[in-house]
């Protein structure tokens, strides 16, 4: 079995933009005002995203480097691909709150194989309407 980190294939630099992309993006979309600098500022995130899309990998092999959101997705303990803070008791029916860091993945384009290189980190809570208050 391989012990090297996923994160030695690709240089932390990109981990690091990739994470402030995701912080911009998440502030982004829960402003709701200056709806045309919104606009502006989402043009250029894509931009800086598709920096990530077809990078030549050490053997010469197109690779995608992407990051992705999980709020509001469905959170179990089988997932290897998020950190999980679990907010309040109840631990059945969980659902992602926040977000604090993005799950980033790196794909082979020649193989079609996709690996997490960076898990996420998130809180998450029951979606169970029990009427207490779990903050």
Not at 47 to 62: A, Q, T, W
Not at 65 to 82: A, F, S, V
């Amino acid at each position: 079995m391989n012990s090297n980190k996923p994160t030695s294939m690709v240089p932390p630099i990109y981990l690091k933009i990739l994470n402030q992309l995701y912080d911009m993006e998440s502030k982004i979309n829960s402003s709701k005002d200056c709806k045309t600098t919104v606009n502006h500022i989402k043009r250029n995130i894509e931009r800086m995203n598709n920096i990530f899309l077809d990078l030549p990998d050490m053997n010469g092999c197109s690779i995608n480097i992407e990051y992705l959101n999980p709020m509001n997705q469905k959170y179990d303990d089988t997932r290897n691909d998020l950190d999980a803070n679990i907010i309040g008791e109840i631990t059945e029916n969980l659902v992602v709150v926040d977000v604090i860091k993005p799950i980033i993945k790196m794909v082979n384009q020649s193989s079609g194989i996709s690996q997490v290189i960076q898990k996420g980190m998130v809180s998450v809570k029951s979606n169970n309407n029990t009427g207490e208050n779990n903050e």
